[in-house]
């Protein structure tokens, strides 16, 4: 498709302004010395770039998404009609107390439904993502050792199944990494663990489900361990969509928590919107908490605040489309949500493990990890081919290569929003690809054929992005 530079002509435009009524003013020394190369569109062709360029990706609302760990679920509108109203958008964060009540109690509402909902005590909104949320949380971890004199306490242990971001955080946050195995179930290793905590212990980083979409049986005894070690428990909630209203983090052992609002709790991400990370701990934790809280109908900061980790009150509309979707759902909605979620996994899960060998043949929870590994020895098609061929079969691929401990890994998450039609649509492709790439292996690497942009080379597009048009003259 053209960019919108190369559908532009001089002189076209789309906005008219009505003659000056006010002096003109110009000022003596500009500050650039060439006026800057805006395009020169008139509104049909903004129309029609812009209307081109969303059919050239693809979102939930194109269809099946099953991005595992992502949890792409469907964004109710009616998300967007609370979130869209005046009342909201209009407020300023400096606004008098008394003017913003509403908003306050919108604060004070969502902390309470997500302090019931993962057994925490409170909950600061500023983080503005999952991962910001678990720098936030190391913090609180930080500062709570700190406060002990316990400066020793240097090291987050972490599991190899872990999502990227644990590790990036507990570096980012000041903090040692220590990495410990997985167990041949997928499992942390209680004897690894063992041998892993210690004086510098400052805590461990965990999901549950797991990053192969299995509940750790052991969880109790995990965060056990730690705490007798003298360390604290983070929980990674991005994978609560599995468990919200079953089961609670609080109730494991966890003393500090994030969820992912734009997963769990259905607002959009990706390139679909901001994010909201929010970071909720434990009475003794919660002096510690950066920002300022909605409290009975006032803002307040913490005793011993760790300060700020963003502006003001975090993206306070992501915030207002979360608390809409709960309450949408309802009490009886937040765990069937859960077990939906976890019916379509084993659904689909089920439908495909004799073609598709599952890396762990659990019952698994809101998703599944698959493994190609032996496709590839035996065929030399890999978890990227197929990947491509479903993208030629109309739907988004799983989550390709991770969890890094899976060999030829796609991890797929379902979500609950699926209706069965879909994933039995879904099932179908994935069978009839892998017909097509025992049949024609050689084929496998040509996808995808159908797509605007093929098979991008991946870590030139990663390390030099083009991001600016470069004008011919
Ligand atoms: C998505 C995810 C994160 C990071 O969350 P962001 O909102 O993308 O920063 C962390 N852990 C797990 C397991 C995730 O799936």
Not at 3 to 31: C, I, M, N, Q
Not at 91 to 117: F, N, R, S, W
Not at 212 to 237: K, R, S
Not at 434 to 458: F, Q, S, W
Request: with cysteine; charged share 20%; aromatic share 8%.
């Amino acid at each position: 498709m053209k960019l919108v530079f190369e559908r532009s002509r001089a002189g076209r435009k789309t906005a008219y302004f009505p003659a000056l009524d006010v002096p003109a003013w110009k000022p003596e020394t500009p500050l650039r010395a060439e006026a800057p190369r805006l395009p020169e569109l008139p509104e049909t062709e903004v129309d029609r770039h812009y209307t081109e360029l969303s059919k050239q990706t693809y979102g939930v609302n194109n269809g099946f998404y099953p991005l595992g760990s992502c949890t792409m679920k469907y964004n109710p509108k009616i998300n967007e009609d609370m979130a869209a109203l005046p009342g909201f958008t209009g407020l300023h964060p400096l606004q008098p107390m008394e003017t913003v009540q509403g908003a306050l109690q919108v604060m004070e509402d969502i902390e309470k439904y997500l302090c019931e909902i993962t057994g925490m005590d409170a909950m600061t909104l500023q983080p503005a993502a999952g991962a910001h949320g678990e720098f936030t949380g190391l913090l609180l971890i930080k500062a709570y050792h700190k406060s002990r004199g316990d400066e020793k306490r240097t090291k987050i242990i972490v599991p190899d199944s872990a999502h990227g971001t644990n590790p990036a955080s507990a570096a980012m946050a000041g903090f040692e990494v220590i990495s410990i195995d997985s167990d041949a179930h997928g499992f942390v290793d209680l004897d690894a663990l063992r041998q892993a905590v210690g004086e510098n212990t400052a805590g461990l980083m965990l999901t549950n489900p797991n990053t192969v979409g299995l509940f750790d049986p052991h969880i109790l005894e995990i965060t056990q361990i730690v705490h007798e070690a003298g360390g604290l428990c983070y929980y990674d909630g991005a994978n609560l969509n599995a468990v919200m209203g079953i089961a609670r983090p609080g109730d494991m052992g966890f003393d500090v928590v994030h969820l992912n609002l734009h997963k769990t709790f259905s607002t959009p991400h990706g390139g679909g919107g901001p994010g909201s990370g929010p970071s909720g701990c434990k009475a003794f934790l919660a002096e510690f908490l950066p920002g300022m809280r909605a409290v009975d109908g006032k803002l307040e900061r913490a005793s011993r605040s760790i300060g700020d980790v963003r502006g003001f009150y975090g993206n306070f509309l992501v915030v207002v489309k979360a608390l809409t979707y709960i309450l949408t759902i309802g009490a009886a909605g937040v765990p069937e949500t859960a077990a939906n979620a976890v019916l379509n996994a084993n659904y689909m899960k089920e439908k495909l493990k004799d073609l598709y060998p599952m890396a762990y043949d659990h019952v698994c929870m809101h998703e599944f990890v698959m493994s190609l590994e032996q496709m590839k020895k035996e065929n030399g098609v890999t978890a990227m081919d197929i990947a491509k061929a479903l993208l030629d079969g109309g739907i988004h691929p799983p989550t390709m290569y991770f969890p890094l401990i899976v060999h030829e890994a796609l991890m797929v998450e379902p979500t609950e929003t699926e209706t069965k039609e879909t994933l039995d649509e879904a099932v179908a492709l994935f069978r009839q690809i892998h017909e097509e790439a025992l049949r024609h292996p050689e084929i496998m690497a040509e996808k995808p054929e159908k797509t605007p942009i093929r098979r991008p080379d991946e870590v030139l597009a990663a390390r030099s992005p083009v991001i600016r048009y470069a004008f011919e003259d």
